[in-house]
């Protein structure tokens, strides 16, 4: 996130200059964020389910799935994409708008 909002200074800043919010700014990262880790945990998790099939019944070994278990991995996915967009999120939106558009 954090490369992506240093590629994206320019745009931060015609945003901010024609008059977006810093909350909007912050909400626009916040959901990219999310929405990245969403499919990054969706993604995990079904290779993780597959895998473990596919180990499961060339071993054959029984194969339990417990959702709880499926709700933390998910919950830990969205909750490091939170934490870690967080901080680019909020330098994006406190960007001075003449300085990002100067930025090259």
Known sequence: MLVSVTERTREIGIRLAIGASENRVLLQFLVESMVLSAAGGLLGIALGIGGALTLASTMGWPF?????????????????????????????AQMNPIDALRFE
């Open 64 to 92: 339990v799935l417990s959702p709880l278990w499926i709700f933390v991995a998910f919950g830990i996915s969205m909750a490091i994409g939170v934490i870690f967009g967080f901080y680019p999120a909020r330098k994006a």
